[in-house]
């Protein structure tokens, strides 16, 4: 009898910011548990592509039309992890996470061990769940969507990784010197659920991820959890403000701040007087054309947890 072996295609990105002693052994030990429990494997090194489009359109019909669908695995950061669903939306076909970012905010809000051969194990025996995806212009996101200060940080934490070594806390110092240098203040109108309202802000903030709004003691991680946008914008940009809006973060009051406005809506279009603005997307920085509409796709896509 013909034994059918369904199809497990992982995604890899080497780029990503995993660090760990053993690491090339490491992935060797979790491609062997994969091969023992009869996949069929197929690894692809993103950096590698040169046809992303047709690449996942091509595992998309491969894994539609074979007698046991499988699952695509994607091994590495959430920006990889983003990328990958954009393509994939209502597509059906479940997604296995292997977390090999800096901070991994999505597997550690569906609760997926950061341990890589737990992982492993997850995507092996875990359950499927759908998860909300946001987008804007139409790119899919599943952290957040940032404009203002927020991609002065993204770029000057990249600096500090490129000089000094990939590590998290390079985020909050890179956050802390921008504080402390930058000037930007953004003249904004925001269309939020078909009411207008001008806004001066030197930063505005668009969360989808749950986990990560809460860590930031934010109330609106309520609004992300049921589908919806979670908006919140600094309505003041002088320094000393700016570093309150920190002490206020730390202490879990950010929300109580006057010079903070937050929302939760279906959909929310952002207009400015620029053609182009500068946005942080889960960590890495687009320059979009403007308006920029936002918007959520409940339970677009299946991941495999717990």
């Known amino acids: 009898m013909t034994v059918v072996r369904p199809p497990l295609s992982i995604l890899y990105n080497q780029r990503s910011g995993f660090h760990a002693p053993h690491r090339e052994q490491l992935y060797a030990c979790v491609l062997d548990l994969f091969k023992a429990y ?17 690449l996942m359109q091509s595992l ?11 699952m695509i695995v ?12 954009g393509k994939l939306l ?5 997604i296995g996470i292997l977390p090999l970012g800096t901070f991994n905010y999505v597997a550690r809000a569906l609760h997926i061990p950061l341990d890589l051969l737990e992982a492993a194990r997850v995507i092996l025996t875990g359950q499927d769940r759908t998860i909300h995806v946001a987008t804007l ?36 110092s890179s956050a802390l010197d921008v504080l402390l240098r930058a000037r930007e203040q953004l003249q904004l109108s ?29 109330q609106v991680a309520e ?30 009051t950010l929300e109580q701040a006057s010079e903070i406005q937050s929302f939760c809506a279906t959909e929310v279009t952002v ?14 920085l687009a320059e979009m054309e403007t308006p920029l509409r936002f918007g959520v796709h409940p339970h677009a896509v299946k991941i495999r947890v717990l």
């Open 223 to 252: 609004c992300a959890a049921k589908g919806r946008i979670a908006g919140v914008a600094v309505a003041s940009g002088d320094k000393w403000t700016l570093l309150k809006m920190v002490w206020l973060l730390l202490r879990g």
């Open 60 to 70: 998309i019909d491969y894994h539609h039309q074979a007698e046991k669908p499988g």
């Open 271 to 284: 207009r400015c007087k620029r053609s182009k603005l500068m946005v942080a997307i889960d960590g890495e």
């Open 74 to 85: 994607v091994a590495g950061g959430d920006g990889t992890l983003n990328t990958v669903i």
């Open 90 to 94: 209502q597509s059906d076909i479940p």
């Open 137 to 172: 212009n139409g790119r899919a996101y599943l952290n957040n969507a940032s404009l203002g200060l927020y991609p002065l940080f993204i770029q000057r934490r990249e600096q500090f990784n490129r000089y000094l070594g990939r590590f998290s806390w390079h985020a909050y």
């Open 190 to 218: 925001l269309e939020v659920n078909g009411e207008h309202y001008p806004i001066d802000t030197p930063l505005i903030f668009f969360g989808n991820n749950q986990l990560q709004l809460q860590q930031m003691n934010l």
């Open 38 to 54: 009869g996949f069929e494997l197929q690894v692809f090194d993103l950096n590698q592509v040169l046809d992303f489009d047709g």
